[in-house]
């Protein structure tokens, strides 16, 4: 397991699913992890309290990623309560799919905002609060950015567009150190998936059938990937764009 004692990391959107097992598995390596929620507090402190019951440091903040001073204040806290950011975990999300007629100004913007200008704002700050040895940021994209589905062209154009920011930012800020790269999952069991009825369903055993791997993905899948990017054993790696997806294409 990599070593991440002494480091703090960010993890959005950590109440749940996918950022839920990162936070704990970030926390298992050692680092102190920040679980910010939008609106689960109450997930978010079973996360907290899993994560202190088995050893290690969190805090749940609540913040939207969408909003530039929700982001300032989830910073300023996490600086507040551990001193120093090393990790930013951008998993904050909105997966939602309509067909192109049902697509509205309000529904793009909320995926856009979420997803993209989400991820803009918590780089921005982190850059604030990133020592001098830099730092490592890990964003959640989707095997949807390269492989069309019906009813996800927006979903889709914004993961594609946190390909884009991945790709320029690791560009940008690798003379500072910092560390920029995208995990890209296919289909995971979650609450979220769950709740859609994937799971059990028809399209599972499709999806699984079509995965070389013969499976969906558990979170832990993801959260085991984002540990490796996280610590020093990926030290040469940026700018990756890391499709977690059992072969799924």
Do not use: C
Not at 43 to 51: G, K, N, P, Q, W
């Amino acid at each position: 397991m990599a070593d991440l004692k002494g480091k703090v990391a960010v993890v959005t959107g950590a109440a749940k699913g996918i950022g839920a097992e990162i936070a704990r598995e970030l926390a298992a390596s050692g680092a102190a992890v920040i679980v910010n929620y939008a609106a689960s507090k109450a997930a978010a402190d079973r996360v907290v309290d899993e994560i202190v019951g088995n050893g290690g440091r969190a805090m749940a903040v609540q913040g939207d990623v969408s909003k530039a001073a929700d982001v300032r204040r989830l910073f300023a806290e996490t600086k507040a309560a551990f001193s120093a950011i090393d990790i930013l975990v951008n998993n904050a999300g909105i997966a939602e799919f309509r067909p192109l007629e049902a697509v509205d100004e309000a529904f793009y913007r909320r995926l856009f905002d979420t997803n993209v200008l989400g991820t803009v704002l918590t780089i921005q700050e982190a850059l604030a609060h990133f020592g001098s040895n830099g730092g490592s940021v890990i964003n959640i994209g989707s095997i949807a950015s390269v492989r069309p589905s019906p009813g996800a062209a927006i979903y889709s154009a914004t993961k594609a567009a946190v390909d884009a920011v991945t790709r320029v930012a690791a560009v940008e800020l690798g003379g500072r150190n910092i560390r920029v790269n995208t995990i890209a999952p296919g289909p995971v069991d979650t609450e979220a998936t769950r709740g859609a009825g994937l799971i059990g369903s028809d399209l599972e055993k499709q999806l699984a059938a079509s995965t070389p791997l013969g499976r969906l993905g558990q979170p832990q899948d993801i959260a085991r990937i984002a540990v490796f990017l996280a610590s020093d054993e990926a030290g040469w790696l940026t700018g990756a764009l890391i499709p977690a997806s059992g072969g799924l294409r």
